[in-house]
């Protein structure tokens, strides 16, 4: 069995600013990862032209995330942090697993469904092949872990997939080559911490989602305190008081969705905000969710504008994030067009 170093690697889009889902459902994750883990963390560029884009605006979007992620607390120094389309190796792989993956495979793809909607035949190739793309992310940097939500497992598992065909495909040339029995690993999900999955401020069967059409159903992460606490405000609850045992959220997915919330930020599980705000109204409960929400973002918030407002420091963690990203992919691209057979001359 070939033994593989563990690295974990995992990204965002660069599609505008991110919210507290992203904040709870991975950053926090991302931030514990970077203590015990080689971690690569990417704003996926090309992941976000699957569908237009204005190309300003995503020139833009690139530094906010970037802006967001360094706020949040991921240090360039212990983690890898750059713009996908800088490193050439993750479209060139996808080509390579463009010609691995079967049809088969992307047709049984739940997520293009959802996002291509009604009007499939008028959607990107870009959108239909991008969990291949995804594959590549992952296998350009040979990582053996990725933390991902519930609703990322299935892209998960067809990297698995893929890189399992091209060791299968490819074995004697892997083998002729000095890569042993496999040349990629078979990346692992982790999925850990207490809220994964953060749901709509409208919709507590839903998603929390930048694509929702009202800005209501979302924190976003630049929200300001008075925004933060209209929005929870708002937020779409049920009648009944809060009760005092987890159990009693079952068939309460919004009641659920503002305990975890709390919980999340609070760093408590849902049991222990239960016993303390269980038999309480909302009214009670939403302003102390209110308060906690703008006491962990507001600082988030303000070094996100401070770094924003210089962009070449931006540009600058990015590039030097490209070229160590670089060192380590471009080697694995080579080896990958040499097991392939495509000549390489210089």
Known sequence: MTDFPERVFSGMQATGNLHLGNYLGAMLNWLRMQETHDCIYCVVDLHAITVWQDPQALAGNIREVTAAYIACGLDPEKSIIFNQSQVSAHAELAWVFNCVARLGWLNRMTQFKEKAGKDRENASIGLFVYPNLMAADILAYRATHVPVGEDQKQHLELSRDIAQKFNNDFAASIAAHGHGEAFFPLPKPMITGPATRVMSLRDGTRKMSKSEPSEYSRIDMTDDADTIAQKFRKAR???????????????????????????????????????????????????????????????????????????????????????RAEAIAKPVMDAVKDIVGLLRTR
Do not use: C, W
């Open 237 to 323: 609850t049920d009648p009944e008081p809060l009760p005092s045992e987890p159990d009693g959220l079952k068939d309460r997915p919004e009641a659920e969705n503002l305990v975890g919330i709390y919980a999340a930020l609070a760093g408590m599980t849902k049991a222990d905000v239960l016993k303390e705000y269980g038999g309480a109204q909302f009214s009670a409960f939403k302003p102390a969710l209110s308060d906690l929400a703008v006491a962990r973002l507001a600082p988030i918030s303000t070094e996100m504008t401070r770094l924003k407002s210089d962009p070449a420091h931006i540009d600058g963690i990015l590039a030097d994030g490209a070229a």
